[in-house]
Every structure is written in C-alpha cells, then in structure tokens.
C-alpha cells in the first residue's frame, strides 16, 4: 500500500476556484494533450470546464472504445492515456481496459465521476463501488474526499502510472467535490512518496554474475519482452548482443524491440512463435530475460521449460522475478540501465559459433509456411504484402485471434514502437480503437487496424470517430466468417464440432463503412489485393478492406495447451 505523501508546498495561486477548475489546472500542468472521455451527470461539472479547453477531447461511442484508443495512444507516445467515464454504467464499462493496461503494463489516468459524497453508499441512482471492483486491475486507486487534494492527487497518479513498471491509476471524483468550490489556497507540490520507490539501478554484484555467465556460456539467448519497449531499451538492447554476440528472441509484446532482420534475431517464441525460437528456449544453457514476464503462453508446460539453462531476469517490477520460473541471477532494474551497465562490464564475447549455426538450420528447415498454391486468398500472403508495401514502416494494431498471430509472424518489424496489441489479457474489441489512439499519438504514421470480423463487431461504432476527425486509419478485415482462433480450438481438440464459433449472419462492412462517409472494398483475390493496396496505404484517407480469407486456414506451428516448447505441431507442411 501506498504511504499518503508528505509534500513540500512550492506555490500559492488565485482563489476560489472548484473542484473542475482545480482539476482541468492539473491535467494542463502535466501537458495533457488529448482526453478519451464521454460526458455523464456525476462528470458533468468537468465537462463544463472542458468547454473552453485547449485539450483535445475525444468522444468515443463507447466507454471501452475510449479506453482502448487511450492504451493505443500511450502505447505508442509512451505518456499516459487519459480517460474520463462518469459513474454507475460508465465506469463499469471501462473495466475491461483497465484490466487489459494492467496486464500490459501501459500507463492510463483514468477519472470516473462518482455519486455526492453524502450518498455514497446508499444505492444512489448510477453509483457502483469502482474502488472496490478496480483495486485487483489498478496500479493504484483514489477517491477524491476534499477539493484541496485535487492536485496532488493528480500529480501523485501521473508520476505512479509513468514510472517503474507502468500501470493504469483510477481517480473516482465525486459529483459534489467536482462541483464544489474552495478558498483555500492553491498549493503546487512536489511528490513525496516514501512507499513507492522503484529500484531502476541494477545490483553491480548481479551484473558481474551475468557477465561472468555470459563469459561461460556456449548457447546463451536473450529473451526480450516489452520491457525493453517500455524502457526506450532497444539501442541499448542491440549493442549489448552484438557486443556478446547474444542471439535474440522476442515475446509477442516485445517484437520491435529488436530489428527483425538483424543476423542475431530468430524470431518470436511461444505458443505460435517459431521453431527455431523455441528450441532455441530449450536447448540454451543461458537464458537472460529482459522485461518479460514468463506467461504461459510463452513457457507452455514450465517442467519442460529451459531445461538445461541457468536463469537470469531483469525486471523493474520485483514480483515478477522469480515467480514462475526460478531464477539463479535476479536483476531488479530499468531494462536500459540495466544494459547499460552491462554493455560497460566490456565481457570477453565468448565463441557461439557452434550455436549460431545451430539455430540457423533450425530457422532454414523449419520456418513458418503456409499453401501457396491453393488458389483461395491467404490471409499470411496478405500480411506480406502489408508488410511489403509499407515497408515495415506502419504502425500495426491488432485485435485477437488468428489474424493477431499472423501479423506477428508475417509482419517483420524492424523498429521500436510499431506494434500494438492485447497481450496479456487477449481483449477482443481492442484492436480497432486502439488504432484511433495510436494514429493520434503519431499523425503521420501509416496505421493498420487489422481485425478479425468477430472482433471488429464489437467495436464498429468507433468508426464514427475516424469520420469525424478524418483519421487516416487503415481497417484490414480478416473475413473468415467465424471466430477463427475458437473454431481452430474446436477443429483440433474437439472433433471439428463448432460449437457457436460460426458467424454466418454479417453485416456489409463496406456498407457499414459507407454509413459513417468511409470507403470500403471487399477483396476475394491476391490479383485484387495488388491492386488496392498499392491505392489506399499510401493516401490520407480512411478506408476499409473486407478480406475474405480462406476460412479453413489455421494458425501454426503451434504447441498444444499442455505441452512443451519442443513439441510443436505443424512445423513442416
């Protein structure tokens, strides 16, 4: 728990001002830019400051469609994303993205009105206790019980969120706090929390016990996680294993943490990453983890995991190390000081010819695949030719499911902060607002939103806000006319029966698309896919793409939930 801080007051402003007032003050001094927020009677004194603000605010359709454009937007910008939802339903509906930052480690400030404070409590009209439902799915947690403590609250939340290992912060406002008005001078303060002190300076003993391991070690491998995105660790990252000459893997959250077509890359591991990753994990005999968190997507079944290696992890977040897999060099560290101090020990690289050429035949005789000749529109050949035509230049955005694990496969990311995804909670509805936020934090990006149809129909209504403030947002649909992942689960482990994975009622996404002034296309053919994208990647405009895919068209390789690394299903055709 959180100590309440002891501050230092530096300065005194004019008076009276209210609760709004204060509050709007605050978010200006920590150069908010955009606000994903939707109006409600417990918020409406805020929204009535926010009339004459500077500050973009965003209206989304839906309370979870705010909240996952702002995880996009901080994503991508690395600041905080701001949210405001009034009380009852609307902050109830921003659960799911609170709990979706949580498990991703991207900072939000989120402010949710609430009823007045003498009827908290009693069942009031639109209250619910969002302390009590967020406290599990926050870094930390507030309600506001005094005007005057506005401002350190605020600032206090946005220094929580933005350091350490990232996290969504909840502000409940109360209506009448919101409303009310004090005389009391206001106080600008600095923050002072004793009970929250993240250790970003790695033990120097541990960092010698790394770099005499790394000394030693004739198959090492780093696994790269999204703490080196979220540590601006990718330079850093990059000199280190070509210093030691350290081949590189990357979870599904971290890729673009290291250049995909670097010689030392094998690729992503895990449940669908590649075979040459993930032999690479079991036949290592070092396996230095950098800002990852060892879910169980990536391990599959721990008693066979990294069987022969010595462990070592640095992590910002002390809880995570250890935890799943036990770990003989603990780092408790910012993933660039880390590095960086690695990177000064100057260690002796050590000869991994042998392994090197190791996991390149593995990445020469297993990699990914899929029918070129079936004649049917492939949804990995339309990867590739995304990839392809922009380059790698885009900022990807997915929802979840099959076309979420294509885009990681097919896809190869190069650079830093291109990629956003639900990783840790597999958050279908994410994708397609989360692009709206990523496009605002980089206007100049080409952005794709790649969806799945099940996915993108719960979200449809954001297309309202790329209409309305002409995004240039690119929707690539995978159309297979089913939940895909869930019906390739049910192919595989229960005997092809389908049970309501099936979407044979659809709308017309082109039509849909039409309905809000977008464009749309339906693309059956590569020949057509050719053609159009060489069109519309390279416009400003937004527009829509139904792909019909190949329906039967699974995911692999792929490992079976249960098994281990080095018993992957599909690796050859």
Request: glycine share 10%; charged share 20%.
């Amino acid at each position: 728990m959180l100590q309440e801080a002891a501050l230092t007051e530096t300065k005194t402003e004019t008076h009276p001002v209210t609760g709004a007032d204060l509050l709007l003050r605050a978010l200006e001094k920590e150069n908010v830019e955009v606000i994903f927020g939707y109006p409600g009677g417990a918020v409406l004194p805020l929204y009535d400051k926010l009339y004459h603000s500077e500050i973009l605010h965003v209206l989304p359709r839906h309370e979870q469609g705010g909240i996952h454009a702002a995880e996009g937007y901080a994503r991508i910008s690395g600041k905080p994303g701001v949210v405001i939802a009034t009380s009852g339903p609307g902050a109830t509906n921003i659960v799911t993205g609170l709990a979706d930052a949580m498990m991703d480690s991207l900072p939000l400030i989120v402010f949710t009105g609430q009823v007045a404070t003498g009827v908290i409590g009693s069942d009031a009209f639109q209250e619910a206790d969002i302390l009590g439902i967020t406290t599990p799915i926050t870094k930390y947690n507030y309600q506001v019980r005094s005007i005057e403590d506005i401002p350190r609250i605020v600032k206090e939340a946005f220094y929580i969120a933005s350091t350490g290992r990232p996290g969504p912060v909840l502000i409940d406002i109360p209506k009448d706090i919101a409303a009310g008005v004090s005389d009391q001078p206001e106080e600008e303060k600095e923050v002072n929390l004793p009970g929250y002190q993240p250790t970003l300076k790695p033990n120097y003993l541990q960092i010698r016990k790394l770099t005499e391991a790394v000394s030693r070690s004739k198959k090492p491998v780093i696994l790269a996680g999204a703490g080196v995105l979220h540590g601006r660790a990718s330079k850093e990252l990059k000199e280190y294993a070509e210093q030691q000459q350290v081949p590189v893997i990357h979870t599904l959250l971290g890729l673009g943490g290291f250049p995909a077509d670097h010689p030392l890359f094998i690729g992503m591991a895990g449940m669908h990453g590649c075979y040459a990753a993930n032999m690479g994990l079991t036949e290592c005999d070092l396996l230095i983890n950098i800002g990852a968190r060892f879910d169980d997507r990536l391990t599959g079944n721990l008693q066979h995991f990294a069987p022969h290696a010595t462990v070592a992890h640095i992590d910002i977040d002390p809880a995570e190390i250890g935890k799943n897999v036990p770990t003989s060099i603990p780092i408790v560290a910012d993933a660039k000081e880390a590095l960086e101090q690695l990177i000064l020990q100057d260690g002796k690289p050590p000869a991994h010819k042998e392994w090197m050429e190791t996991i390149l035949r593995w990445q020469e005789e297993y990699p990914y695949f899929y029918d070129k000749e079936s004649g049917r529109l492939k949804p990995q050949k339309v990867m590739e030719m995304l990839h392809s035509k922009t380059e790698g230049n885009a900022i990807v955005v997915t929802d979840v499911g099959q076309h979420q694990m294509w885009a990681a496969q097919y896809y190869r990311f190069n650079k830093a902060d291109r990629w956003v995804t639900s990783g840790g909670l597999g958050t279908m509805g994410f994708g397609f607002p989360a692009s709206i936020g990523a496009q605002l934090a980089d206007p100049e990006a080409c952005v794709l939103a790649i969806c799945g149809d099940g996915g993108f129909q719960m979200s449809t209504q954001e297309l309202a806000i790329i209409q309305e403030m002409n995004l240039p947002v690119k929707i690539i649909i995978f159309n297979n006319m089913a939940l895909g992942m869930v019906r390739q689960w049910q192919e595989i482990f229960y005997e092809s029966r389908f049970s309501h994975s099936k979407i044979p009622v659809q709308p017309s996404f082109v039509k849909l698309a039409e309905a809000y002034g977008i464009k749309g296309y339906v693309i059956q053919s590569e020949s057509e896919a050719e053609e159009l994208l060489d069109e519309v990647l390279h416009n400003r405009e937004p527009v829509l793409i139904d792909f019909r895919v190949d329906p039967g068209e699974n995911v692999y390789p792929m490992i079976a939930p249960g098994k281990g690394l080095h018993e992957m299903a599909g690796v050859k055709p």
